[in-house]
């Protein structure tokens, strides 16, 4: 069954360095999202991406956050100086067509650790 | 933010018994309401969806009710089975279908042989 996958499954860095998340959603998926959930918290959005623009995106997506789909294939997530509140489960997930039931097929996620 | 809230963190039952998970929600422009399994080491896996025109949807083992006037969702799993084991996250969305999603804190269920 065709799946999203997400690398690194974890990743520690240093307050101010530059992560990026990556995903490979499904192949013949076009719409594309993050979310993210904080230990304890809630699933947050963060950003859905369509033919190659942002559609909607978060209060929380600011400045230092950014994504790209570079190739073909793969969704990515890049946090430019990350902070501490920046660690959470990351989450990308990826739909054929426009969500109109709100299914949404998401990776096994991304840890982030900064430190 | 409290858009949707799972008041109940946690629920165990036993195996062939009725699970009730339950929701609410403040905001009455949601247009569609939906169930997320979450397995541990795993990404929330869609289980079932209902739109805010309907009071009833199911599917298999799974129903969702809806009551508009109360403000309230539930997800019924009869009968329960051990891989039922899971988070639960109930969440809503409007009907611009950018795949923003609101979720609820999740309740964990134990479905006990």
């Known amino acids: 069954e065709p799946e999203v996958t997400q690398t690194p499954s974890h990743q520690v860095t240093q307050m101010g360095q530059e992560v990026i998340l990556r995903c490979v959603p499904i192949?013949?998926?076009?719409?594309f999202y993050w979310y993210r959930q904080i230990l304890g918290q809630k699933v947050e959005f963060l950003v859905s991406f369509y033919n190659n623009e942002i559609s909607e995106k978060s209060e929380i997506f600011d400045d230092q956050f950014s994504v790209e789909r570079p190739d073909g294939s793969n969704f990515t997530l890049k946090i430019r100086s990350t902070k501490l509140e920046d660690s959470a489960m990351y989450f990308c997930?990826?739909?054929?067509?426009?969500?109109?039931?709100?299914?949404?097929?998401f990776g096994e996620g991304s840890r982030l650790t900064v430190l | 933010d409290q858009q949707v809230k799972q008041n109940s963190p946690s629920l165990s039952v036993q195996e062939g018994r009725i699970s009730i998970l339950n929701c609410d929600y403040t905001?009455?422009?949601?247009?569609?309401f939906l169930w997320y399994k979450k397995y541990p080491a795993e990404g929330p896996t869609f289980l079932i969806s209902?739109?805010?025109?309907?009071d009833k949807n199911e599917d298999g083992r799974f129903t969702v009710f809806l009551n508009k006037s109360a403000k309230h969702l539930s997800l019924h799993i009869v009968p329960s089975q051990p891989g039922d084991s899971a988070v639960y996250f109930c969440?809503?969305?409007?009907?611009?279908?950018?795949?923003?999603?609101?979720f609820g804190q999740g309740t964990t269920l134990q479905v006990k042989p």
């Open positions: 192949s013949n998926h076009l719409y």
């Open positions: 905001n009455s422009m949601f247009d569609y």
């Open positions: 997930a990826s739909t054929a067509g426009v969500p109109y039931t709100g299914e949404l097929f």
């Open positions: 209902i739109s805010s025109i309907k």
């Open positions: 969440a809503a969305m409007w009907s611009s279908n950018t795949g923003k999603l609101i």
